[in-house]
């Protein structure tokens, strides 16, 4: 690249990286839909249902994972009160419809698929009842993270801020090749499901929102009291970070690439025959 180029872009770097993560999380749950699509399309032709069910069943240890990560913060919180009552993984059950009168009647044909739950009882009124729930709901995020982590090292022999530091090598000297087999398709599995749910941010909601606020009220005070001041160092500090995130998030849109294009070539043979 051009020096005079990258000496006027300098000024933009910490800005294009910091963007650089929302660009590129967005592209991925892109990419993830798109491979989605196409794994369902698979899945009609081997099985003639258009039920989605294909997806569900590839990502299983992703779900597993999901649930055992609430199931894991609760037993944690069992001195609070916190008590699990039933895990419940991939149950199909009928849709339940309501007839105009309001009566409940299920369906015999149509059918969901409920891809994991964790039923829990605790204490009702306590700050601690509002903490805890939202610690649970949260908890699939942390441990998705924590084993897609560990996977890239099963699958490489590198830790993710090796491969990052030397991003040339892929596999560690000496590290079997066969890893990279099977731990792909895990982190596949894994990223997929470490998303909260939309019921888990429903109970999410009082501890992310009690952060949220007091996060920026903490920022409002220090930049009050010039403890923390928004300059040059400061954006350069962020950018160091976003940087590492961005290098993650390049390595999973790199294998949603290579999946989409494994899937998109089966999706073509199947078309022809």
Same mark, same amino acid.
């Given at each position: 690249?051009? +020096?005079?180029?990258?000496?006027?872009?300098?000024?933009?770097?910490?800005?294009?990286?910091?963007?650089?993560?929302?660009?590129?999380?967005?592209?991925?749950?892109?990419?993830?839909?798109?491979?989605?699509?196409? %794994?369902?399309?698979?899945?009609?032709?081997?099985?003639?249902?258009?039920?989605?069910?294909?997806?569900?069943?590839?990502?299983?240890?992703?779900?597993?994972?999901?649930?055992?990560?609430?199931?894991?913060?609760?037993?944690? &919180?069992?001195?609070?009160?916190f008590r699990?009552?039933?895990?419940?993984?991939?149950?199909?059950?009928?849709?339940?419809?309501?007839?105009p009168?309001?009566?409940?009647?299920?369906?015999?044909?149509?059918?969901? &698929?409920?891809?994991?739950?964790v039923?829990? %009882?605790?204490?009702?009124?306590? +700050?601690?009842?509002?903490?805890?729930?939202?610690?649970?709901?949260?908890? +699939?995020?942390?441990?998705?993270?924590?084993?897609?982590?560990? &996977?890239?090292?099963?699958?490489?022999?590198y830790?993710?801020w090796?491969?990052?530091?030397?991003?040339?090598?892929?596999?560690?000297?000496?590290?079997?090749?066969?890893?990279?087999?099977?731990?792909?398709?895990?982190?596949?599995?894994?990223?997929?499901?470490?998303?909260?749910?939309?019921?888990?941010?429903?109970?999410?909601?009082?501890?992310?929102?009690?952060?949220?606020? &007091?996060?920026?009220?903490?920022?409002?005070?220090?930049?009050?009291?010039?403890?923390?001041?928004?300059?040059?160092?400061?954006?350069?500090?962020?950018?160091?970070?976003a940087?590492?995130?961005?290098?993650?998030?390049?390595?999973?849109?790199?294998?949603?690439?290579?999946?989409?294009?494994?899937?998109?070539?089966?999706?073509?043979?199947?078309?022809?025959?």
């Amino acid at each position: 690249m051009d +020096p005079t180029l990258i000496a006027q872009m300098q000024p933009y770097t910490p800005w294009l990286l910091i963007a650089g993560v929302f660009s590129l999380f967005t592209l991925l749950r892109v990419t993830r839909k798109f491979l989605r699509q196409r %794994v369902e399309e698979i899945g009609y032709w081997l099985t003639g249902q258009r039920e989605q069910r294909i997806w569900f069943w590839l990502n299983a240890p992703g779900v597993i994972l999901h649930e055992l990560s609430h199931a894991f913060v609760l037993l944690l &919180l069992r001195p609070f009160g916190f008590r699990i009552t039933s895990i419940a993984f991939f149950h199909i059950k009928p849709i339940v419809q309501r007839v105009p009168n309001g009566r409940i009647m299920k369906s015999s044909m149509r059918q969901s &698929l409920q891809l994991g739950e964790v039923q829990y %009882v605790r204490p009702q009124g306590r +700050p601690m009842t509002y903490i805890g729930d939202g610690l649970s709901a949260i908890a +699939p995020l942390f441990g998705g993270i924590a084993m897609f982590l560990f &996977l890239y090292w099963v699958a490489t022999g590198y830790t993710l801020w090796d491969a990052f530091h030397n991003p040339h090598q892929i596999l560690h000297p000496g590290w079997p090749w066969w890893t990279l087999i099977f731990a792909p398709y895990l982190i596949l599995t894994v990223t997929s499901e470490l998303w909260p749910s939309r019921q888990d941010w429903r109970g999410a909601k009082w501890l992310v929102g009690g952060l949220l606020f &007091l996060a920026i009220l903490i920022i409002t005070l220090l930049w009050l009291t010039k403890a923390l001041i928004f300059n040059d160092t400061l954006l350069q500090n962020i950018a160091k970070i976003a940087i590492y995130i961005d290098f993650a998030l390049l390595v999973l849109l790199a294998l949603d690439v290579i999946f989409l294009i494994i899937a998109e070539v089966i999706v073509r043979i199947v078309r022809r025959s």
